[in-house]
């Protein structure tokens, strides 16, 4: 981000605990790799008959799917903290992995004025969950000073439209984990740049 000193050393590789991606893409919960595949498991597949009608195009999950896996992911964090080489990191990594339904995040540092957003990749239908590889931007955390952020608020906007409750979280107690707890949770406020959740978002 802008107006924060940039280094040169990348951050290392959090392991999960299912196998890790080959690069530096922050931590990931494992719960929200279960909520997804329990989700995906009963979801309703293309029957053969519609098979047979033409060439078969891969579909986005419903956003159900997706609203249930950030419920599933609140007590964890839609984000997570860490201090690393000399700097205060904040992963989107979560929410990152739901970008195919979500039109934004929203966020804001030290207060709830939800007045930034945070960027979110080009959807591929075909690996709906997948973290971005394109590594010309940084999609998957913030940049700060140490110790800038001593709490920051979160809102998902989804691509119908609705917006997920604000939840504020902190770093944890423990500077060298990578992970927060949550401050506060408020309900989502109604803006005057919101679409009704029966519009389309886009």
Sequence with gaps: ???????????????????????SRGPLSTGLLLAAA???AG????SAQEEDEGEYRAQIPDVAIYKAMLDANKQTGWVQFREFAGQQLIYFTALQT???RLKEVRYSINSDALD????????????????PSDESRNWLYLNLKPGEAEAIA???????GSGSEIVVYQ?????????ASIKTIK??????????PSTPGR
Excluded: Y
């Excluded at 930034?116 to 973290?131: G, H, R, S, V, W």
């Excluded at 979160?154 to 119908?160: I, P």
């Design 43 to 46: 979801s309703s597949p293309a």
């Design 116 to 131: 930034k957003t945070f960027p979110m990749a080009e959807c591929d239908p075909e690996l709906p969950f997948n973290l």
């Design 171 to 179: 770093p944890c107690k423990n500077p060298e984990a990578t992970c």
């Design 1 to 23: 981000m802008s107006g924060h000193a940039e280094v040169n050393e990348e951050p290392p590789v959090i392991a999960p605990s299912l196998p890790q991606r080959p690069s």
């Design 154 to 160: 979160v809102q998902a906007v989804w691509d119908d």
């Design 187 to 196: 309900k989502s406020k109604k803006r005057s740049d919101e679409p009704s």
């Design 38 to 40: 329990l989700l995906l």
């Design 98 to 100: 739901m970008h195919c």
